[in-house]
Nanobody, 122 residues
């Protein structure tokens, strides 16, 4: 099992940027597909982005395409989510997740982080 800890959330005005980080420990992060999810108050958790084990392939929800970028540095056991052109509807708790394949990440990830709050004001 891999342990995940998110950081980098905060308050930002619409149009601004934030970079979230996810630090992994316990297992070699290169063994996992990594993903980011978010959950707004009263809403279901939704998929945001995912990245393949080597970092060669990335996937995004339609709502964030062109604005968010997921990346990873396996040597440092870090995964990032660069968020640009933020909108009030991006306000949520953001979680990173790890799974041995894409289906596991999307359904029952092996590990979840504790979450970091992102608030975008209008």
């Amino acid at each position: 099992q891999v342990q995940l800890v998110e950081s980098g959330g905060g308050l930002v005005q619409a149009g601004g940027s934030l970079r979230l980080s996810c630090a992994a420990s316990g297992r070699t992060v290169s063994n996992y597909v990594m993903g980011w999810f978010r959950q707004a108050p009263g809403k279901e958790r939704e998929f945001v982005a995912a990245i393949s084990k080597s970092g060669g392939s990335t996937y995004y929800a339609g709502s964030v395409k062109g604005r968010f970028t997921i990346s990873r540095d396996n040597a440092k056991n870090l995964v990032y989510l660069q968020m640009n052109s933020l909108k009030p509807e991006d306000t949520a708790v953001y979680y990173c997740a790890a799974g041995l394949n894409t289906n596991v990440v999307l359904t029952t990830p092996d590990s979840w982080g504790q979450g970091t709050q992102v608030t975008v004001s209008s």
